[in-house]
């Protein structure tokens, strides 16, 4: 007897073999075949607006559309921008070209795979540059999907987060998970003082301690019982005040750093979680010393992509409001400005006098990888690099 699957989930077999289409494109599939159509097609990808109207955001996700496009052995050549790139609206940042029946019903799984993945980078990029050189943690697996943890830490880890919470996301990524204690520990144990105390004893000195201080009692008074017992064994303390109790968390933090401060206890970083975004952050810099972020990372907006035809049998034609012709991205190398501009055109000057050079790069031709992906280190390298050039 076959096992009940308990998860509701598409397999990676049910992505590749279209299962997870929308049923206009089966449909039309079923057209294109009786009429005996298969045109050679160039599509594109462009996000006309970006989350929250920003004017930036993050290109995530590349990876595993270029390993499903492979996995169809079809004749496909695909030029894209680089995974941790800055992109903008209306930038062409990933092209795909061969006969249309054998893109057709991987369109949807395509763009759900670089929409989400790209918001995800975009938003823990935001908090990045928001959080500046403080500490900024990924603890947001618990509010999607479990099935989704591995995509959801990579996306924040190559958006620029600098550790992340789940374990096997943490293996895949060849980093060690970062965490604090909850608060279950706290309320077995009975005692703030007591659970990190165990914490140390039992994890041993391998492993930083960041105590939780707002389980039982008011978070200045809990932050010294923890100091004066741990002393120097104390990295952190973790200040994730429910809302119901929390008020002016500015005011938390602020009155636990004078209280820290002024009781010998410098060396103590204070971390903040629960419902954090790149404003809150901007606010409590002044105190906090690093962020766990959680729901503003995982259930991040998506970046809304569009794949649309630009070219039919090398003709350039598209859809009202779309622009025809099979595009490139390039990038000036001393302003930084982006311009689409035609795949067969060189590439402009820019109207500051610097070079335009091209951001994309064919990665898969007649369906085969052509280049080596990088790991996703070094993908965040390049975010880190990329976040250097713009603002919030």
């Not at 929250?52 to 993050?58: H, Q, V």
């Not at 204690?181 to 005692?191: F, K, R, T, V």
């Not at 707002?214 to 100091?227: I, M």
């Not at 990665?363 to 713009?390: H, N, Q, S, W, Y």
Request: charged share 25%.
């Amino acid at each position: 007897m076959t096992e009940k699957r308990i998860f509701n989930i598409a397999s990676e077999a049910d992505v590749v073999a279209g299962r997870t289409t929308d049923v206009y494109f089966e449909r039309t599939l079923k057209i294109l075949r009786a009429r005996g159509i298969d045109p050679r097609v160039t599509m594109e990808v462009r996000a006309k607006e970006l989350p929250n109207g920003s004017a930036w955001a993050i290109f995530a996700g590349l990876e595993e559309a270029l390993l499903m496009l492979e996995r169809l052995n079809a004749p496909l050549e695909v030029r894209s921008i680089e995974e941790g790139t800055i992109f903008g609206p209306g930038d062409a940042v990933f092209s795909v070209s061969g006969p249309y029946r054998a893109i057709c019903a991987h369109e949807t799984p395509l763009l759900g795979l670089l929409c989400q993945a790209s918001g995800i980078a975009t938003a823990t990029a935001r908090c990045r540059k928001a959080a500046g050189d403080r500490t900024l943690l990924s603890f947001g697996a618990r509010r999607m999907h479990p099935c989704l943890a591995p995509m959801i830490d990579r996306s924040a880890w190559i958006g620029g987060a600098d550790g992340v919470s789940t374990v096997g996301s943490a293996a895949a990524l060849g980093i060690e998970p970062e965490g604090t204690m909850p608060h279950a520990l706290i309320l077995c144990l009975g005692d703030t003082v007591e659970a990190a105390k165990a914490f140390r004893e039992v994890i041993g000195e391998g492993v930083r301690c960041t105590a939780l201080v707002d389980t039982f009692g008011d978070e200045k008074f809990e932050t010294l019982r923890v100091a004066r017992a741990l002393g120097k064994r104390l990295h952190a303390v973790r200040l994730d005040t429910p809302s119901s109790r929390r008020g002016d968390m500015a005011a938390i933090c602020r009155e636990t750093r004078w209280e820290l401060d002024l009781n010998g206890y410098r060396h103590v970083k204070i971390l903040v979680s629960g419902g954090l975004d790149e404003g809150k952050i901007l606010a409590l810099n002044p105190w906090a010393d690093g962020y766990g972020v959680g729901t503003g990372i995982a259930s991040a907006p998506v970046v809304d992509f569009a794949l649309d035809i630009v070219e039919i049998d090398g003709k350039p034609v598209a859809k009202r409001g779309k622009q025809a012709g099979a595009k490139r991205l390039v990038r000036c190398g001393r302003c930084l400005a982006r311009r689409n501009v035609l795949l067969r055109n060189p590439a402009p000057r820019c109207a500051c006098g610097g070079g335009m050079a091209d951001l994309q790069k064919r990665f898969i031709r007649d369906g085969r990888l052509a280049v080596r992906l990088p790991t996703a280190g070094k993908i965040r390298e390049r975010t880190l690099r990329e976040l250097k050039g713009v603002e919030l």
